[in-house]
């Protein structure tokens, strides 16, 4: 990586302010946290910090998105501390507010590494819009920014990109890992590369799909942007999710992509979005009132004669509606198919797919499964990351 890492700073008897991504998914009812994996991400950086001694440890994390009072109730950081402070192994101080004399003196008077956690960035305005005089406020508070939030670092926000705008700043061991392991396989991959994308909307993943049309020897289309491709191609489709406004960008991705374009030619199908109905398996053709929910068994033997060989495979997006099980077995066999390749580079780009490999228990099969929904997607895309670019180079 041509940015300064943590590696690359004194930190020794600073103070030292983190931006981690501790946007962590939560029971809608109790509001407790469902997954801690990207807290459990954060830690290798904040262990290191903690033993090069530093003054104090201050973290900046946003939970959800926060435009009403209504919202920030629901978004409340705190809920983030104890478990931190349980996966450290050292006392976290949970800072109630975001700016003012509570903050200022906890971290003026913080000692010995104290870890502090400072409530939810986005209970700022001026966070999402990368106010320049939040960024200049909170950089005050100390003496170098260690940017470890990839999840974050496809936001041009006060905390990723303003904070090391006026300090000396560089990025943690998860954002190195992260850029290590996207970076070499959209850059540099060992060949055969294999891309695999699915998940819900063709808009979310258009740009993803071009350019890794340009860089991967093969890319399979799944989930519910097939039905997209399928119309374009003339193909009845149901009651199928659709985007008619991309049908022509379908079309013109179709002809672009050739022969290494994968699409599905069967799906499993239902007349309801729904575990039950009249669950069954049918061809490119969808019959009235039924809807594709995952792809067929012939797809899936496509898929993994796609991925027969395969050194380096990016995969972002479940095949189907892996939540309800009817509709898991085209994800299960994507997963079981990487499971296969021991020797290839393989990586789960966040968000759904993530979710998928670690619940149906393939996360130790694969060699990278990203803490970035969105950032990953973006890195794939071939964008520019503000967190990432906001680091002092080398
Ligand atoms: N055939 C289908 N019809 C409707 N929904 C589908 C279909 N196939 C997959 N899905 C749904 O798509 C959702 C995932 O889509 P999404 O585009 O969000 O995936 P992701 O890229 O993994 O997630 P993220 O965008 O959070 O990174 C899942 O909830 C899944 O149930
Ligand atoms: O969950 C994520 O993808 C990151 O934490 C970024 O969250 P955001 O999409 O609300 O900016």
Not at 35 to 57: F, G, H, S
Not at 323 to 334: D, L, N, Q, R
Request: proline letters at 4%.
């Amino acid at each position: 990586m041509d940015k300064k890492t943590i590696k690359d700073i004194e930190v020794t008897g600073k103070t030292v302010l983190v931006r981690v991504d501790f946007n962590v998914p939560r029971n809608k009812e109790t509001g407790e946290i469902t997954n801690d994996n990207r807290i459990v991400a954060a830690l290798p950086t904040l262990k290191y910090l903690l033993e090069q001694k530093p003054k104090a440890i201050v973290l900046f994390s946003h939970l959800g998105k926060v435009k009403t009072e209504e919202d920030k109730a629901k978004n409340d950081l705190s809920v983030v501390a104890p478990r931190l402070s349980e996966l450290l192994g050292v006392d976290v101080k949970f800072v109630n507010c975001t700016r003012g004399p509570e903050l200022e003196n906890a971290v003026k008077e913080a000692d010995n590494a104290q870890v502090i956690l400072v409530q939810n960035t986005r209970y700022e305005k001026g966070e999402s819009k990368n106010d320049p005089e939040l960024g200049q406020y909170w950089a005050s508070l100390g003496d170098v920014f260690v940017e470890d939030a990839f999840g974050s670092v496809h936001r041009a926000h006060a905390s990723t990109a303003g904070i090391p705008a006026h300090l000396p700043s560089a990025a943690g061991f998860l954002v190195e890992k992260e850029i290590a392991y996207i970076g070499k396989a959209v850059s540099d991959p060992e060949r055969p590369m294999v891309a695999i994308l699915g998940g819900a909307k063709v808009s979310d993943k258009i740009l993803v799909i071009e350019n890794l049309l340009k860089i991967a020897d093969k890319v399979i289309v799944g989930g519910g942007m097939t039905y997209t491709f399928m119309k374009a191609m003339g193909h009845e489709i149901g009651n199928s999710l659709v985007e008619d406004d991309r049908i022509e960008v379908a079309k013109e991705i179709i002809e672009k992509g050739g022969d290494k374009l994968i699409l599905p030619v069967d799906s499993v199908i239902n007349n309801a979005f729904a575990a039950e109905g009249d669950i069954k398996v049918c061809g490119e053709d969808i019959p009235e009132g039924y809807m594709g929910l995952d792809i067929g068994p012939k797809s899936v033997e496509n898929i993994k004669a796609a991925l027969e060989g395969a050194k380096t495979v990016v995969w972002n997006g479940p095949m189907g509606v892996f939540e309800m099980e009817p509709f898991a077995k085209g994800t299960i066999a994507v997963c079981e198919a990487l499971a296969n390749l021991p020797d290839a580079n393989t990586i789960i780009g966040g968000g759904d797919s993530a979710a998928a490999v670690m619940q149906l228990g393939y996360a130790d099969k694969v060699s990278h499964i990203s803490t970035g929904g969105g950032a990953s997607l973006e890195y794939m895309e071939g964008k520019v990351l503000p967190g990432i670019a906001a680091i002092d180079d080398k």
